[in-house]
């Protein structure tokens, strides 16, 4: 599915488990104009992530890449 800027009824819903009790990090991220440099066009210019947690909504930025704690985690992991 292609998710369209402004259109919300087109959002992408992707899902995950984290299983057992010891806490784990994790990258999670969605990229917009960075893909263009891949040669990707019509890219969302400023994606918002949520993270949900069951129903409840536990994190929402659309602009992770300046946290410096994201920056130090893209690193590790070789992201762009």
Do not use: C, H, Q
């Not at 599915?1 to 819903?13: K, L, Q």
């Not at 104009?33 to 659309?62: C, D, H, Q, W």
């Amino acid at each position: 599915m292609r998710t369209t800027e402004g259109d919300s009824s087109r959002a992408f819903i992707a899902g995950f488990v984290v299983a057992g009790t010891t806490p784990k990090p994790m990258l999670v991220r969605a990229v917009g104009p960075g893909l263009t440099g891949f040669g990707v066009t019509g890219v969302l210019s400023n994606p918002r992530l949520r993270i949900y947690k069951g129903t409840e909504m536990i994190a929402e930025n659309e602009d992770w890449a300046n946290d410096p704690a994201v920056v130090a985690a893209a690193v590790r992991v070789g992201a762009f």
